[in-house]
């Protein structure tokens, strides 16, 4: 019997500038990678590890998130779920004060 493999999910990031309100939009892009073949990926804008895993975005079929920020730090989990309901998770922790840095 084939022992299951959970998916393989890498994230990156875009910087789309400051909108008129003067809020930093990032765009999202994660990619899994499934034997099985993937099935949604979830977003946690507002991750934190105490409470855990609680989706902004619960289904999105294609991985491709866009998100405005005001300045400060921001932990975001990104979770890919497979055909078979196995799951990994990415965080990425972004700071912004009018340019962006990663803490990975």
């Given amino acids: 019997m084939p022992i299951a493999k959970k998916p393989k999910l890498t994230v ?14 990032i765009e999202f892009i994660a990619t899994g990678e499934s034997e099985a ?34 300045s400060g730090s921001y932990q975001i ?13 990415e965080i990425i922790t972004l700071k912004i004060n009018g340019k962006i840095e990663t803490a990975n």
């Fill in 12 to 25: 990156i990031f875009n910087d789309l500038g400051l909108d008129a309100k003067k809020l930093r939009e």
């Fill in 37 to 70: 073949g993937i099935e949604f990926y979830a977003w946690d804008f507002d991750f934190n590890a105490e409470q855990g895993f609680k989706a902004t975005v619960l289904i999105d079929k294609e991985g491709k998130q866009r998100y405005k920020f005001k």
């Fill in 77 to 89: 989990a990104v979770k890919v779920v497979d055909n078979e309901g196995l799951e990994s998770v």
